[in-house]
Each structure stands twice: as structure tokens, then as C-alpha cells.
């Protein structure tokens, strides 16, 4: 043991020895290159410092491309965004198209050159110089925009717009320029210029719903790109800053204006001399007029994001881009949906200062019959009734109300309407006043504030937290019927302070008519290939219902929400012969209104308000959401056979109100017009009563006609409907259907 520690000490001695002897050759070596004094912070502390800045730049570099790349990690990233959808409506009439196709049969040079040289001016003029990232353009655009004090020149070049297109959104953030700027570098290393040219000439956005420069032409010019003009190509080249801003068939001045600055484009970079555009400037480019093609854009574009989405469900192995689909919406619906929306902001908006609305109207399979996501597409692409998260108001309380409902309470228990408090937060009632012992029947239809929240502490039973608790079962009940929104747990979560979208809630809405089964919202009935082969089809392949609440308690709160509508906050939502019902929510400070309801047909939730969150003019969900519903509803209902709704039945004709009925029977006083509702609808019997007799008298005519000659006066003598014997059973049905509409379409 002696002898090994006497070894062990050697070697540290000896080691350490060696380690300092080489530590001063070390320094003694490194001290030839020592720099002092002023030398050492010009040149040597700057290398230094910029060597380590270098190194953490580049690991930094290394984990922010990680995502970038990530999105390349599909072999078929170049045909990512390679779909092509034809949209029908549910008639099977085409309503309009979405999607990129990828056009091979125009080559690169087989586009006229100065619409190359006008794309590349405008664009990215040092496009076949740069190795992806133009350094020069973006750092000049960065001094113009600091000098204009505001965005007046883009950095992104043709390759890093491509990216974006191919893989990324529009979002503006750090993030997506960062991934912008890698993958574009890395498309550089893939792809040619030439063909990264052909690439973002065939599928940027270039407004229109089209894609692509030759697409673009046929929508503009009807013209292939081959053959378009200069001022034609300046035009079109133009459109990639702004497509929407600057389309012509929207805003021509805009569009021209566009144009001359492309031509200014053109003779700056040297592609084209003044001679050479002067007659592109006094002859400008005349778009053909599309202003009475009116798309559903709105609709196409969200049936379009849930086109991809199911095509990313189809086997890897199916390789078909280019489909044909057949959507649930009823163009019908559709513009009477659009005209409610404009008319009641050209009335009212500037009054009740709303500036933007919302609408959906479904099917109570989900299938949607109509979409408004905005008062205008054309100035904005933004869908307010997807994409927008507004606060529902007291349109959330049915589902509080289900909750109570399904634990135990019936419409006629009573509650009592009195203070209470979470907390610190005490909730007050419109009008700041209580009604002591109310139904819930009662305080659904006056829209009491004060009874959700206590029905949300009742929820919650003997928990630590029963408020808490009792908002956690709302939640999950709400979840059931629905709705996907975040809805954080929050004390004022039961009266409607919890965001949700105009689309989610007019569809939740449906379970209430459909026995307590909920719904998914949809656009695609049918999907087939460019050849006509069927894909799928959501009858036998969509989401099936799920049964969310009992048929029992749905058929309650149908009945309660009846009474919002017939004597409630909704009343300018009554449709006349048609069961009704709903709920109307309005927010602090009246930023938002809605009205949601159903029928034994439909649902449809409206909302208004405006995309800054500015305060309306005391606007609540009766007043033009509840008239926008009505008059969506009136059409929607023409022509359809109307079904009950359980809890409601089929419906009978409102009753007057309480003041024009003491008019009527006071005697003399005339009663004020009434809006009419839709025309009574026939039945299916009754139309085949009526074919049937439709077809009795025109053999009886054909029976005259082909009297003999000395029956001549009896032939021409018209044949009366009296004259004819009909059954019993033909006469009662005739006499109580026969003043009714045409046969009814299917529903």
C-alpha cells in the first residue's frame, strides 16, 4: 500500500510538472502574437468579439432553420399546394373555383417578354443576380421605408415570395420572414431561376379568387397570357403587390394607377426605353366587367380550407389534385343573406354605428346553407364568421340553461331573481333592477343576467368551489354541442364573456331542433375527380350526430327559447306560421349583437358589431340581428315544407299583439301594416291532389275537343270544374289546400 501511494503521488507530481512546463511553452509561444496598446482595441479586440458574436449567430441561425426545413419534410412539397376545386352549389350549378393548378401547358418562354420584364421591374429586378435573399434590395427598401416613414418599398424577392406561397401564410411576424428567408435559400439550391420564375408566375395570388398570371388573364382580359398587351402585362404585374387593392374589376382607377407605375418600373430598370411604353400609358388596359358575378367567396374560401384539409385524410397513394366539388350552399339563401346584411347597414349602420356583420345559415345536419363574413370581400378577405372570436353575450345562456335542465330543473321551477356575487364580481341585470321569484322560463325569455350565474353555483353542488365547478359542467356540456372555442373559466363565463365563432354557435344551436343531437359544421356534400369519379360523399363517409343532451331536454329549452322570440327580447325575429325560437346576446358596452335561432328547417346565427371593438350605439341582438334573421328566414323558408320542432309542434299563426288587437276590438281603428311572413305551404298530398286534378281536367278538355260535329256547341261550351264528380276525400283536400303555393322542393 506504501509503494502504490508512493506511485500515485509520483505520477500527480510528474503530471503536474508536465502540465505547467507546457502551459509556459504555451504562453511563451502565444506572447509573440501579444498586441498592445492602441493596436490591440482597433484590430484584435473587434476579430475577437466578432468571432464569438459569429459563433452564437450561427448557432442561433442552426435552430431557427430547424423549423423552417421542417416544412419541406413532404417528398411533395412541390405539389403541396397543387389543388385544384371546381365548387357547385347543392343544385349541382357551378358557384365558383379555389385552389392552385399548376399549368404546365404554358412554358416560361412562351409568355410575352414584357410581361417577364414588368414582373422582374416591379418585383425583384437583381432576380437572376442574387442567391435567393437580395441583400441590396432589401437593405435600400429599409432606407426608403425609414426616409417615407412608413412601408413604401418591399424587400421580399421573387424567391422568398415563392416560399411563401409554397409553404408559409401571411401572417406578419419575425417568424414566418425567418423561415421566408431559409426556405427561399433552400429553394435556390433546388430549382432553377427559371423555374422558380415559372413557379411564382403560375400561382400567386393575383386577386379575383384566381391564381397564377394566366389564370388572372382569362378573369381580367379573357385572354390567355400569351396574349395579352403591355399595358395588359403592367396591369397584371401590378397585382402581386395587392391583388385585392389593386384588381381592376374592383377598383379600375386603382388598377391603372398600378400600371403606370410598373411602365415607371420598366424604364428605371433599363428593360424598356419611354418610346417603348408610351402607347401602353395613353391606351391603358380595360379589365372585362365582373361586378354581377357574385361568388360566395366567403363560403368558397372556408369550404376550400376544409377541402384540404380532408384531402390530407385520402390515402398517401392517391395522388388526383384537381376535384369537383358539390357544397351545401343554397345560392338562394346565399344572396338573400347578403342583401339582409347590406340592407340593414345602409339603413342602420351609421345610427347604430356597425360597421360589419356575421352570418351563417345551416342545415340541421351542419350542412351550410349560407355564409356572410363580411359586408364587403372585396375590401376585406377577412371571414368574420369562421375566423373572428366575439363574445356571444346572453345567446350563451341556452347552453347554462341545458346544463340545469339536464341536472334536474324544469322550465316552470322557480328561482330567485337576486343579488349575487363571485368574489368581488356581482352581476346586474339590464335596467339594474331584480324580479324576485321567476321560472326559468321567465328569465330565459326577459334575459336575466342575475339566474345563470346562480344556476352555474347550483351546477356545482357540495365542491370546494361549486361556482367553479358548476362553470366546468357548462363547459363540457357546451363542448357536446359544439363548440371548440378555447372558453377559459372565467366567473362571468354563464352570461356570455367567453369568445366563440359566428359559424360554431349557429351550428350548436341545431341540437336544440335535432332531439339533443349535435352537429358538425360543413361545405362538402360530395367530392368526385376531374373525371367524375365519386371520392367521397359525407352522407355515407362525414361525422355522424352524437347524441349531446336527452330529446327530452332539448325539447324544453326549444319550448323556453319559443317565448324569447314570441314575447321576448326577439320578437322582431317572429315568423309568421313557422315555429320559432332563439336567444338574442348583447355585450358590455354594446360591442357585439346577436341573435341565434332555429326552426324545424334551419338554424342561423347574425352577428354585428365592428372589427376595432369599438362600442356600437346601444345596438342589442332584437334590433337588427334579430331583423336581419327574419328576413334571411323568410326566403330561406319559401317553397320548403315546414317541420316542427319538438317542444313546439308545428306552429300556428303568432297572436296579435296586445295593443293592435284592443284596436281591433274597439271598432273602425285600422290596423298597421304588417311585414308578411312567407306564403302557406302545400303539402305533398295536397300537390297530388292537385296534379291529379290538374290531369282530370285536361282529359275532359281533350274529350271535348274530340266531340262529334253535331256536338259542336256542347265542345265549345268551356268545361267547369263543377261539372266534374270528384270523391269526397278530393273535395275536403281540394277546399283546405287549394289556395296554397306550388309544391314544395325537397328540404
Avoid at 358557384?95 to 393548378?101: D, L, Q, V
Avoid at 420584364?117 to 435567393?132: N, P, V
Avoid at 416560399?163 to 435556390?188: D, P, S
Avoid at 384540404?308 to 344572396?335: G, I, N
Wanted: aromatic share 8%; hydrophobic share 40%; proline share 6%.
Amino acid at each position: 500500500m506504501l509503494d502504490l501511494d508512493a506511485r500515485i503521488d509520483s505520477t500527480l507530481f510528474s503530471s503536474g510538472k508536465g502540465l505547467r512546463e507546457l502551459y509556459e511553452r504555451f504562453s511563451t509561444f502565444m506572447d509573440r502574437f501579444y498586441v498592445g496598446r492602441w493596436k490591440r482595441w482597433v484590430f484584435i479586440e473587434p476579430v475577437s468579439e466578432a468571432a464569438t458574436i459569429g459563433l452564437v449567430g450561427l448557432v442561433l441561425m442552426l435552430a431557427l432553420a430547424v423549423p423552417a426545413f421542417r416544412e419541406t419534410a413532404d417528398d411533395d412539397w412541390l405539389k403541396k399546394s397543387d389543388l385544384a376545386v371546381s365548387f357547385l352549389d347543392r343544385y349541382g350549378n357551378p358557384i365558383g373555383n379555389r385552389g392552385i393548378k399548376h399549368n404546365d401547358s404554358i412554358p416560361l418562354e412562351d409568355f410575352p417578354d414584357h410581361l417577364i420584364k414588368a414582373t422582374l421591374a416591379t418585383e425583384d429586378r437583381r432576380f437572376y443576380d442574387h442567391f435567393g435573399i437580395d441583400i441590396a434590395g432589401t437593405s435600400r427598401a429599409l432606407v426608403t421605408n425609414a426616409q417615407a416613414g412608413g412601408v413604401r418599398q418591399g424587400g421580399s424577392s421573387i424567391t422568398q415570395q415563392l416560399a411563401k406561397n409554397l409553404f408559409l401564410n401571411n401572417a406578419r411576424t419575425i417568424e414566418r420572414k425567418v423561415k421566408e428567408a431559409f426556405l427561399a435559400v433552400w429553394l435556390e439550391t433546388r430549382l432553377t431561376k427559371n423555374e422558380i420564375l415559372k413557379l411564382y408566375l403560375d400561382r400567386a395570388y393575383m386577386g379575383g379568387g384566381t391564381f397564377g398570371v394566366d389564370g388572372a388573364a382569362h378573369f381580367y382580359f379573357n385572354k390567355s397570357a400569351r396574349d395579352v398587351t403591355l399595358a395588359e402585362s403592367a396591369m397584371l404585374a401590378g397585382l402581386f403587390k395587392a391583388p385585392t387593392k389593386y384588381a381592376p374589376h374592383i377598383n379600375l382607377p386603382a388598377a391603372r394607377a398600378r400600371a403606370n407605375i410598373v411602365l415607371d418600373n420598366l424604364v428605371d430598370a433599363g428593360f424598356m426605353t419611354e418610346g417603348q411604353v408610351f402607347g401602353a400609358r395613353r391606351n391603358p388596359a380595360m379589365a372585362v366587367d365582373r361586378r354581377d358575378e357574385n361568388s360566395p367567396n366567403y363560403y368558397l374560401d372556408w369550404a376550400f380550407e376544409e377541402m384540404r384539409r380532408l384531402v390530407d385524410t385520402f390515402p398517401k397513394s392517391y395522388v388526383e389534385r384537381v376535384f369537383v366539388v358539390r357544397t351545401s350552399v343554397d345560392m338562394t339563401v346565399q344572396r338573400a343573406a347578403e342583401a339582409a346584411v347590406e340592407n340593414q347597414l345602409r339603413q342602420f349602420g351609421r345610427d347604430y354605428h356597425a360597421t360589419q356583420a356575421g352570418v351563417v345559415v345551416a342545415d340541421l345536419d351542419g350542412g351550410v346553407r349560407a355564409m356572410v363574413g363580411g359586408r364587403d370581400y372585396g375590401a376585406s378577405q377577412f371571414n368574420r364568421a369562421v375566423d373572428a372570436m366575439r363574445q356571444p353575450g346572453s345567446s350563451f345562456k341556452p347552453y347554462v340553461y341545458a346544463a340545469a335542465l339536464l341536472n334536474g330543473w324544469k322550465p316552470n321551477d322557480t328561482i330567485i331573481d337576486g343579488p349575487v356575487c363571485i368574489g368581488n364580481w356581482c352581476p346586474q341585470n339590464y335596467g339594474h333592477s331584480y324580479s324576485g321569484k321567476v321560472t326559468l322560463t321567465t328569465a330565459i325569455t326577459r334575459s336575466i343576467n342575475v339566474v345563470p350565474v346562480k344556476l352555474s353555483i347550483w351546477l356545482g353542488g357540495k365542491s370546494p368551489n361549486p361556482a367553479k365547478a358548476g362553470r366546468a359542467k357548462i363547459t363540457e356540456l357546451a363542448r357536446k354541442f359544439g363548440l371548440t372555442a378555447p372558453l377559459p373559466d372565467t366567473p362571468s363565463m354563464p352570461i356570455g364573456s367567453n369568445e366563440v365563432s359566428v359559424l360554431e354557435h349557429a351550428v350548436a344551436y341545431a341540437t336544440f331542433p335535432n332531439k339533443g343531437k349535435s352537429v358538425t359544421p360543413h361545405a362538402v356534400l360530395e367530392v368526385r375527380t376531374g373525371t367524375g369519379d365519386l371520392v367521397w360523399r359525407f352522407d355515407r363517409d362525414g361525422k355522424k350526430p352524437v347524441q349531446a343532451i336527452p330529446a327530452s331536454v332539448a325539447a324544453d329549452m326549444s319550448g323556453m327559447m319559443s317565448h324569447v322570440v314570441s314575447e321576448g327580447t326577439a320578437r322582431r325575429a317572429r315568423l309568421d306560421g313557422i315555429p320559432t325560437a332563439g336567444k338574442t346576446g348583447t355585450t358590455n358596452a354594446y360591442r357585439d349583437a346577436w341573435f341565434a335561432g332555429f326552426t324545424g328547417n334551419f338554424t342561423c346565427a347574425v352577428w354585428y358589431g365592428n372589427d376595432d371593438y369599438s362600442p356600437t350605439n346601444r345596438m342589442t341582438g332584437g334590433s337588427l340581428p334579430a331583423q336581419t334573421w327574419r328576413d334571411i328566414m323568410v326566403v330561406a323558408h319559401q317553397g320548403v315544407e315546414i317541420k316542427e320542432i319538438p317542444g313546439i309542434g308545428a306552429g300556428t299563426k303568432l297572436p296579435q299583439p296586445a295593443a293592435a288587437a284592443g284596436m281591433a276590438a274597439s271598432g273602425g281603428l285600422k290596423l298597421p301594416d304588417i311585414k308578411p311572413g312567407p306564403p302557406p305551404i302545400l303539402t305533398r298530398r295536397g300537390a297530388d291532389i292537385l296534379v291529379r286534378v290538374e290531369k282530370m281536367l285536361d282529359e275532359a278538355g281533350k274529350t271535348a275537343g274530340k266531340a262529334a260535329p253535331g256536338d259542336a256547341a256542347k265542345a265549345a261550351k268551356p268545361v267547369s270544374s263543377s261539372a266534374i264528380a270528384f270523391p269526397d276525400s278530393f273535395a275536403a283536400a281540394a277546399r283546405g289546400e287549394a289556395a296554397a303555393t306550388p309544391a314544395p322542393r325537397k328540404n
